[in-house]
């Protein structure tokens, strides 16, 4: 059974920084896509992040550009969203999903093309 773990959220105030993790003991993450999404209470869940198999293709949706980065340890199996300049509508449940790909520079986005979830780590940005 595939699973993925997430970790790292918490409360922060606006303005501040939080790392998440996302990581597997069931499959090596070298053969798959990592996204993470998130989904806000009365939101659709929606991509926030992702990265391609080989780590150099990303993908940010444009309310975390500038401000969020993907990134791939191969050595760990983890792949980490360090999230900076946090504001209160980056608050939701972060989950992590794996797609396995063929091609190394294979990159998508859209939820619905992942199989494998994590269960959400929550992320509250709040003064």
């Known amino acids: 059974q595939v699973q993925l773990v997430e970790s790292g959220g918490g409360l922060v105030q606006p303005g501040g920084s939080l790392r998440l993790s996302c990581s597997t003991s069931?499959?090596?993450?070298?053969?798959?896509?990592i996204g993470w999404f998130r989904q806000a209470p009365g939101n659709e869940r929606e991509g926030v992040s992702c990265?391609?198999?080989?780590?150099?293709?990303?993908y940010y949706a444009d309310s975390v550009k500038g401000r969020f980065t993907i990134s791939k340890d191969k050595s760990k199996n983890t792949v980490y969203l360090q999230m900076n300049s946090l504001k209160p509508e980056d608050t939701a449940v972060y989950y992590c999903?794996?797609?396995?790909?063929?091609?190394?520079?294979?990159?998508?986005?859209?939820?619905?093309?992942?199989?494998?979830w994590g269960q959400g780590t929550q992320v509250t940005v709040s003064s």
């Open positions: 999903a794996a797609k396995r790909t063929i091609l190394s520079a294979e990159l998508t986005c859209a939820s619905a093309e992942y199989p494998y």
């Open positions: 069931t499959f090596t993450l070298n053969y798959h896509a």
């Open positions: 990265i391609t198999r080989g780590g150099g293709t990303t």
